[in-house]
């Protein structure tokens, strides 16, 4: 098996972090090398870490999840980059698969599937779900995973566990690291699929998530920034005024949503931090240029289209109308770009 190299960014992890250790460095078929980038916490994390001997770096400041993987990733060796949160706990043997299967011609990433901490056996994500407006979610999450299981394209890997050379990892340009928190991943996947490079999840790998949904405060916010930095990054100018119709009236319906369910503060924060990540926007439009090598059409015949399960929305009679038309138009444009 290449050499792996496991990066862990924790932030305030002591409730999770030392267990987490404990089985990567039991694990023999576990990672060669493991790097910790401690975001500032203010808990006990460092000194659990300190405890285990493995390599720690600290920040005095948190610069958010996506800066400490890239940190980290560029303070190992490993031919093979490994990403893992600390409050996963991995089966032992889950690196060999993912290992093996980024080396087949096509993938570009592999993830485990993964289960849930607290309900072991039952989905954290079966696939995950992205669609042509940037939304993005886990699916099934919560419901029992069915036996027989077989190797899954996921439209991103889920960045609480997944693997990809390091190589690929430095060509995409790592992880944005403006995003802070949320979609980061899904970005990542995105820059894949623009290479041509499939993402999948691997069964004979096992990690599993003590996810809650509401874990940080300003979700909602990082969620939409990032949606609309993702979306007008990844796609083609023409793309995007095809587009535009779908964009505009999935805004009005993350307002409407907002509104209902008491974060439109969240939301209209969100434009304002959006407006100051513009001027970088037109390099990160650049350099999504100069990987791509697949059309926006082969990019979209991917993506969902119904907003079924969207972390932003309760399924109501308003959503699936909005469902309708957004499922409509999603054919209508298809037809359209190459």
């Not at 305030?12 to 078929?29: C, K, Q, T, V």
């Not at 090398?33 to 720690?56: H, Q, Y």
Request: proline residues 6%; hydrophobic residues 45%.
């Amino acid at each position: 098996m290449s050499p792996v190299s496991l990066v862990l960014v924790t932030h305030n992890s002591e409730a999770h972090i030392e267990a987490s250790l404990g089985i990567l460095l039991s694990d023999p078929d576990g990672p060669e090398e493991i790097v910790v980038v401690d975001n500032a916490s203010t808990d006990g994390t460092i000194a659990i870490v300190e405890r285990t001997g493995v390599k720690l770096v600290t920040l005095a400041k948190n610069h958010g999840f996506a800066y400490g993987c890239n940190l980290g990733a560029s303070l190992t060796h490993g031919d093979v980059v490994a990403f893992l949160n600390p409050d996963t706990e991995p089966e032992p043997g889950w690196l060999p698969p993912l290992v093996e299967a980024i080396s087949r011609p096509g993938v570009g990433a592999a993830m485990p599937v993964m289960d849930l901490t607290y309900a072991r056996d039952h989905w954290f994500t079966s696939r995950s779900a992205l669609t042509y407006l940037g939304f993005a979610w886990s699916t099934d999450s919560g419901e029992p995973i069915e036996p027989g299981l077989g190797e899954t394209e996921v439209p991103f890997p889920s960045g609480a566990a997944f693997v990809m050379s390091r190589t690929l990892f430095e060509h995409l340009g790592g992880f944005r690291d403006e995003y802070f928190l949320y979609l980061e991943d899904v970005d990542l996947g995105w820059r894949l699929r623009l290479m041509g490079l499939k993402s999948v999840q691997i069964p004979n790998s096992r990690v599993s998530h003590d996810y809650e949904f509401g874990r940080h405060a300003r979700k909602m916010y990082y969620l939409e920034r990032n949606r609309l930095r993702m979306v007008l990054s990844n796609y083609r100018p023409a793309t995007l005024i095809l587009l535009a119709p779908a964009f505009i009236l999935a805004e009005v319906a993350v307002v409407a949503a907002a509104i209902r369910h008491g974060w439109i503060d969240q939301k209209l924060e969100s434009w304002r931090g959006f407006a100051k990540l513009i001027p970088g926007l037109r390099q990160e439009a650049t350099r999504a240029r100069s990987i791509r090598t697949v059309g926006d059409g082969a990019i979209l015949a991917t993506m969902d289209a119904a907003f079924d399960g969207i972390n932003q929305f309760e399924i109501h009679p308003l959503v699936r109308s909005v469902n309708r038309v957004a499922v409509w138009y999603l054919r209508l444009v298809r037809r359209l770009v190459a």
